[in-house]
Nanobody
Framework: QVQLVESGGGLVQAGGSLRVSCTASGRRFSSYAMGWFRQAPGKERDFVAAISWSGALTDYADSVKGRFTISRDNAKNTVYLQMNSLKPEDTAVYYC????????????????WGQGTQVTVSS
């Protein structure tokens, strides 16, 4: 069992930066792939970024490539999402997820989810 808690969301102006974090409980954090997904009101939950258990592999949605960076610190049981050059269309609830996903961007590969943190980008 893994419990995930996100933090670091908030309100930022377009063009600004924000870093969200996700801290996991449990001893198997380092064996899981970690992903970030987001869901805007009235829309489906979409893939944003993911990182393999070792950190050697990452994957990003086309909409955030070059602007967002995912990283992890297995010693701290924490995964980060650094978001730069934010746009109003990045506004959503951001969810952290853990799983044994073979394909990092596949939402079905993630078994554990956090409660989400709101990110709002004003124009």
């Amino acid at each position: 069992q893994v419990q995930l808690v996100e933090s670091g969301g908030g309100l930022v102006q377009a063009g600004g930066s924000l870093r969200v974090s996700c801290t996991a409980s449990g001893r198997r954090f380092s064996s899981y792939a970690m992903g970030w997904f987001r869901q805007a009101p009235g829309k489906e939950r979409d893939f944003v970024a993911a990182i393999s258990w070792s950190g050697a592999l990452t994957d990003y949605a086309d909409s955030v490539k070059g602007r967002f960076t995912i990283s992890r610190d297995n010693a701290k049981n924490t995964v980060y999402l650094q978001m730069n050059s934010l746009k109003p269309e990045d506004t959503a609830v951001y969810y952290c997820a853990a799983g044994v996903a073979q394909a990092l961007g596949n939402i079905r590969g993630y078994s554990y989810w956090g409660q989400g943190t709101q990110v709002t980008v004003s124009s």
